[in-house]
């Protein structure tokens, strides 16, 4: 079973919002031991026929600090915007079709959607996570079924915390 995040992004945010993307990747992925093998975040580029996808299985000489994490960022951007046909940026993370979003096991995180803890645990890793990045994103809202992780709003690299957290408990699995 894998958790797989989606924050859809647009081209012009990974020039301006790095250490808030930066900030994603270290919420989906780092532990206080290790790294989560088990999830796979992409950033879902709507302007563009690309995704970068980061793998947890496979990263390696990926570091918590922002600084590093904002390194890989700019190789991403660099890659995408020079048409680069290299998909490997990094140990772990890639560039590939933009996948489509299967509506049935994708699941769209909001502030007013059904409590996560109602969906049954043995499935809760099978879904797609949808995460906006901010609110300009805006989605038919029947499309996807909306689920609560907390009841005010907040920034994406909170919410994919708490998720991880919620996740954790609900399937209690750490990794």
Do not use: C
């Not at 894998?2 to 990747?25: S, T, Y």
């Not at 680069?84 to 007013?112: A, C, F, M, W, Y």
């Not at 609110?135 to 709003?153: A, E, G, L």
């Amino acid at each position: 079973m894998r958790r797989r995040f989606v924050v859809p992004i647009r081209l012009v945010d990974l020039q301006v919002e790095k250490p808030l993307l930066a900030r994603i990747i270290s919420s989906s992925f780092y532990l206080s031991h290790g790294i989560r093998g088990d999830v796979v975040l992409y950033f879902y580029l709507m302007d563009h026929p690309k995704s970068v996808s980061f793998n947890g299985e496979r990263l390696k000489h990926v570091h918590v600090d922002e600084a590093s994490l904002v390194g890989i960022l700019q190789k991403i951007e660099r890659n995408i915007k020079t048409g680069s046909k290299k998909e490997r940026i990094h140990d772990g993370v890639t560039i590939e079709d933009t996948p489509s979003l299967g509506e049935k096991t994708t699941l769209l995180v909001s502030n007013q959607g059904i409590p996560l803890e109602r969906i049954a645990s043995r499935t809760i890793n099978d879904f797609t996570y949808l995460i906006p990045l901010n609110n300009s994103w805006r989605i038919s809202p029947d499309k996807f079924t909306k689920i609560r992780v907390t009841y005010r709003p907040k920034p994406a690299d909170v919410t994919i915390a708490i998720l991880n957290i919620k996740l954790d408990r609900l399937t209690s699995s750490p990794l």
